[in-house]
T-cell receptor, first 111, second 114 residues
Framework: RKEVEQDPGPFNVPEGATVAFNCTYS??????FFWYRQDCRKEPKLLMS???SGNEDGRFTAQLNRASQYISLLIRDSKLSDSATYLC????????????FGSGTRLSIRP | GAGVSQSPSNKVTEKGKDVELRCDPI?????LYWYRQRLGQGLEFLIY????????KSGLPSDRFSAERTGESVSTLTIQRTQQEDSAVYLC????????????FGPGTRLTVL
């Protein structure tokens, strides 16, 4: 089983729709969680941190479910510019920190 | 402020040659990471530097790959005797702590080995 798993998609939704995707992680000791977005042929960019209490930034909401070991990203009122690959990142802290990237979920917003 | 910068942005080389890729992290960031991303694939961790601690080299794919970092500044990734399968985008990222506040990526170096 992969340490961090994401549905690769693609998710193809109309503009204005709400879309959500999850990312599961295998190590219950994982402590920090993030969502990044990566546009085609560009570097990943930090989108938001994920907390157990939830984190909202405009149209984006991120949630962490420790019991079920997954994080989620919800995008409301999707825009064409939201089309990108969304990467989840899990950080494990032991003797050294270990940062694990998911392989990404591709999102395509159509007019 | 200035973000992470990498040079060169593109590098085309012949099989068997050595290449050196450079990363300038954000000033004050103690952690620095190198990743490789092949076309259409996810990020592959290569190496991690944290302050003056010994680097985590667990992701380096072979002994042809090495990296150095001077203090908390510039890092260079060296690939010796390049092979065609080394063709990828090499991304550098830095963070203020050990990733606990997220990483900030440079634009990458696109390496093509002919």
């Amino acid at each position: 089983r992969k340490e961090v798993e994401q549905d690769p998609g693609p998710f193809n939704v109309p503009e204005g729709a709400t879309v959500a995707f999850n990312c599961t992680y295998s190590n219950s000791a994982s402590q920090s969680f993030f969502w990044y977005r990566q546009d085609c042929r560009k570097e990943p960019k930090l989108l938001m941190s994920v907390y157990s209490s939830g984190n909202e930034d405009g149209r984006f909401t991120a949630q962490l479910n420790r019991a079920s070991q997954y994080i989620s990203l919800l995008i409301r009122d999707s825009k064409l510019s939201d089309s990108a690959t969304y990467l989840c990142v899990v950080i494990e802290y032991s003797s050294a920190s270990k940062i694990i990237f998911g392989s990404g979920t591709r999102l395509s917003i159509r007019p | 402020g200035a973000g992470v910068s990498q040079s060169p942005s593109n590098k085309v080389t012949e099989k068997g040659k050595d290449v050196e890729l450079r990363c300038d992290p954000i000033s004050g960031h103690t952690a620095l990471y190198w990743y490789r991303q092949r076309l259409g694939q996810g990020l592959e961790f290569l190496i991690y530097f944290q302050g003056n601690s010994a680097p985590d080299k667990s992701g380096l794919p072979s002994d042809r790959f090495s990296a150095e970092r001077t203090g908390e500044s510039v890092s260079t990734l060296t690939i010796q005797r390049t092979q065609q399968e080394d063709s990828a985008v090499y991304l550098c990222a830095s963070s203020p702590l050990a990733g606990g506040r997220g990483q900030y990526f440079g634009p990458g170096t696109r390496l093509t080995v002919l």
